[in-house]
C-alpha cells in the first residue's frame, strides 16, 4: 500500500469516527473485499464529479486510489491529460522509474506537432496540487491528507474542436514515461445524462489508456 492510501484510509478513518452508528445507512450485502477497497471506490466516485480522475492501473485488480485532478481548462472545455510516471508508480508502465526530462521534452513536441492538437501546457506538482485544492474544498480530509509529492506531473493537451479526443489520448500513452492518458471528453461524456442512458445500455467506453513502459 502506498503512501498516500495509507494517509487517506487514516483520515478517513478519523471522520468516520465523527459520525454516529445510527446516521448511516445499513450496507447492502456484499461479497468479499475490504473496507478500504469500498472506501476509495466511493472518493474516487466523489472526485470524478468535478473533473477527471487519474485513474488506478487498469490492471490493478486491487482499487488503489491514485490521484484526482482537474481536466477542465479554464474555459470550461475539457482536454486530454497526460500523467508522467512518478517515482514508485504503481502503474506497470512505470517501473523503470520517474519520467525523465528527455522523455518529457520528446512527448511534448510530438503532441505539439500533431494537427489535431490546438495546445500543450505542462503542469509540475506544485501547480497540480494547487488545482486540487482549489477543485476540493468541500473534501478538507483529502486537502489535510494530499501533498503535492503525491501528484503526478502532466500534461494538458487541448484538442481541436471536431478531433478525436480518443485518438490523441491512445497516441499520448504511448510514449515513454507516461503513466497513462485520459480521455476529458470521454469523461464529461459518461457524467452527462446520456452518458447514464449510455450505462445501463451496458455500453463501456475506455476513458483511460495505460502507458505501454519503456
Avoid: H, Y
Avoid at 445507512?25 to 477527471?52: D, E, H, M, Q, S
Avoid at 504503481?90 to 525523465?100: E, Y
Amino acid at each position: 500500500m502506498s503512501a498516500i492510501e495509507d494517509r487517506l484510509r487514516d483520515a478517513m478513518a478519523a471522520r468516520a469516527r465523527t459520525v454516529r452508528d445510527d446516521d448511516l445507512p445499513l450496507p447492502a450485502p456484499r461479497a468479499g473485499g475490504g473496507r478500504f477497497k469500498i472506501a476509495a471506490a466511493a472518493l474516487a466516485v466523489t472526485v470524478t464529479a468535478f473533473g477527471l480522475v487519474r485513474l488506478a492501473a487498469p490492471q490493478e485488480q486491487e482499487s488503489t486510489l491514485t490521484v484526482s485532478l482537474s481536466a477542465v481548462e479554464s474555459a470550461g472545455r475539457p482536454v486530454v491529460s497526460v500523467f508522467l510516471c512518478m517515482k514508485d508508480d504503481v502503474f506497470a508502465s512505470c517501473k523503470s522509474g520517474k519520467a525523465t526530462d528527455a522523455e518529457r521534452e520528446k512527448l511534448r513536441r510530438a503532441m505539439e506537432r500533431r494537427p489535431d492538437v490546438e495546445s500543450v501546457s505542462f503542469e509540475d506538482q506544485q501547480q497540480a496540487w494547487e488545482n486540487f485544492r482549489r477543485n476540493m474544498t468541500d473534501k478538507p480530509e483529502l486537502l489535510r491528507t494530499v501533498v503535492p509529492s503525491d501528484l503526478p506531473e502532466a500534461f494538458r493537451v487541448q484538442v481541436r474542436p471536431g478531433a478525436d479526443f480518443s485518438a490523441v489520448a491512445r497516441a499520448a500513452s504511448e510514449f515513454p514515461g507516461v503513466s497513462n492518458s485520459v480521455d476529458g471528453a470521454c469523461i464529461a461524456d459518461s457524467l452527462s445524462a446520456w452518458g447514464s442512458v449510455k450505462r445501463w445500455l451496458g455500453s463501456k467506453d475506455e476513458c483511460s489508456f495505460g502507458g505501454t513502459g519503456r
